[in-house]
């Protein structure tokens, strides 16, 4: 089985910082796409970032200028640095990778167990 294992989640003021991490374990042969999902009280799941195997990222609007998402692939790891948070950015936080697991072909979409994250003074 494969296992993402999140961190960094916790309570922050407004305006300051939190770095989340997740990472991925496992019997694992690649890892493509790993994004960042967040799902606030009362909202559904939406789209936080996403950095492909090569390093590309894309950003939600909400949160473009303020998060940055990376990968550290030696580690089967995925990053999010939030800066500059708001009340609006409390949500309980979910990675997601897309997994080819060794013996197999084809990739899988994985999750990660959540890790709540509170911006409140």
């Known amino acids: 089985q494969v296992q993402l294992v999140e961190s960094g989640g916790g309570l922050v003021q407004p305006g300051g910082s939190l770095r989340l991490s997740c990472a991925a374990s496992g019997s694992i042969l690649r890892i493509g796409t790993m994004g960042w999902y967040r799902q606030a009280p009362g909202k559904q799941r939406e789209l936080v970032a996403t950095?492909?195997?090569?390093?590309?990222?894309n950003y939600a609007e909400a949160v473009t200028g303020r998060f940055t998402i990376s990968r550290e692939n030696a580690k089967n790891t995925v990053y999010l640095q939030m800066n500059s948070l708001k009340s609006e950015d409390t949500a309980v936080y979910y990675c997601?990778?897309?997994?080819?697991?060794?013996?197999?072909?084809?990739?899988?979409?994985?999750w990660g167990q959540g890790t709540q994250v509170t911006v409140s003074s």
């Open positions: 997601n990778a897309a997994i080819q697991i060794g013996g197999r072909s084809w990739f899988v979409a994985y």
């Open positions: 950095i492909s195997s090569g390093g590309t990222a």
